[in-house]
C-alpha cells in the first residue's frame, strides 16, 4: 500500500484498485504486473518467494510496470524509461532475478519399461498414457527394442 501511495504522489496514478493475487508460478517468475483489455490491473505474486525478497525488489518491479501502464509515456518493458520509475519506488531497476532457488509449478514424471533387447527405456507421461489405454501397441526403439504396456516396470520418482 504504501507504494501505491508513492506511484500517486509521483506519477498522480491511482492503483488502489489492483487486485493482487499470490500463486505458485513456478521456477522463473517472482511477480508478475498485467493490465485486462477492460483495464482492470492485476499483480501476481509467486509463493514460493520468500516476502523479503518480494519487499525489496519484486513489488517496486511489478508497481513500476503497473505506473507504465497507466502513463505510457513514462516508459515500456524494461526499457529506460521504466527503469527510472522502478528505481524511483525502491527497487533497483534489474530485469531478472537470480539467487532463488524455487521448483517448477509441474513436475513430468517418467515411467521405466523394461525393452525387448533385455534393457530398459524410459518413457514420458504422454507415451506411457498412450500405451496404457491402448491407443499405441508398441513403441520400437533400434537399439533397446519393443516396448508394450505389458513391460511397465515402475513410475521414476
Known sequence: ?????????LYGV???????VYANMGKSTAGQASKSNTGVLQLRFNTQVPQSFLDSDTIPHEIAHL???QRPELGKGHDAGWVAVCKALG??????FSGLDLRPVRVNKT??????????VVL??????????DKVLAYVFKIKGKVTKDNFIQEIV
Open 1 to 9: 500500500m504504501e507504494l501505491f501511495k508513492k506511484a500517486l504522489e
Open 67 to 69: 505506473v507504465c501502464y
Open 91 to 96: 527497487g533497483t531497476g534489474e530485469r531478472t
Open 124 to 133: 514420458s507421461t504422454i507415451r506411457h498414457n498412450k500405451l496404457q489405454r
Open 14 to 20: 491511482d492503483l488502489s484498485a489492483t487486485k493482487v
Open 111 to 120: 515411467w521405466l519399461y523394461s525393452a525387448s533387447f533385455g534393457s530398459t
